[in-house]
């Protein structure tokens, strides 16, 4: 009897300042890997990553502060096989307001393998067909002052998504009635238009907070989804 360790390795180097981070990333897991504590996104990876912010400080009314950054990432299996590369950059705006717009554009690889079929929908019974899929994705972002007792917030994104398309669509609001009362809600509708059908899903969420002591708050929380 020979006993069968299975590993999750991973290392990162961060250098983290106000105005530059620059950070590297792997991260190993065995095939079959399964933790005793809590989860892992998949097994039989590794995954190696990079990230590069640079910011500038203007301090006008038009951007208190200007943001540019890009990331690479890139998993294979143990096998060596490629199985996703992400490649993407972002530019954001934070204005005199504390408020916030991010364009971002991203290229990403994706492989569905044959023997592990991609149920996208299983009520329709939809799935993605295998093959390696090239897509190109672009997000557009607001984001309301955090210190602002009514915080909105907007995102779109757009693009390719495996063999056909999709939209996503994010509305959400935090609204701080009182000191001690917070409203929280969120709805997302993703609208995909693949080969192998067209559907729409959405999320409704809400939540409400109540602080009861500097240490202590009370949560209620409810989401629907189709």
């Known amino acids: 009897f020979r006993r069968v360790l299975f590993r999750s390795l991973g290392s990162v180097i961060n250098y983290n300042t106000d105005l530059l ?15 005793a504590l809590g989860f892992v996104p998949r097994d039989d990876m590794h995954r190696f990553g ?22 690479f990432v890139y998993i294979t299996n143990q096998r060596r ?14 204005f005199d307001s504390g408020d916030t717009i991010t364009y971002e554009y991203k290229r990403q690889l994706d492989t569905v393998p044959v023997d592990e079929p991609f149920v996208i ?3 329709r ?27 909105p917030g907007a995102k779109i994104e757009f693009g390719d998504f495996m063999s056909g398309s999709s939209t996503t669509v994010e509305l959400k609001n935090v609204w701080r009635a009182t000191p001690h009362l917070m409203l929280e809600g969120f709805y997302q509708i993703n609208a ?11 999320v409704w969420r809400s939540r409400v907070s109540v602080p009861i002591q500097p240490r202590m708050t009370a949560d209620a929380y409810v989401q629907w989804n189709s």
């Not at 981070?21 to 933790?35: N, S, W």
């Not at 995909?192 to 959405?202: T, V």
């Open 81 to 94: 096989v490629l199985e996703s590369r992400d490649f993407g950059m972002n530019g954001s705006n934070q």
């Open 50 to 71: 990079s990230f590069v912010r640079r910011s500038i400080r203007y301090n006008k009314p038009w951007s208190r502060k200007l943001t540019f950054s890009s990331f």
């Open 125 to 151: 019974k939809i799935s993605i067909t295998p093959a390696t899929y090239h897509f190109n994705r672009s997000k557009l972002e607001y984001v309301g002052f955090d210190g602002r007792s009514l915080v």
């Open 21 to 35: 981070e620059l950070q590297a990333r792997v991260h190993f897991i065995d095939r079959g890997f399964a933790p």
């Open 121 to 123: 929908n299983p009520r």
């Open 192 to 202: 995909l238009r693949l080969p192998e059908g067209n559907f729409n899903a959405h």
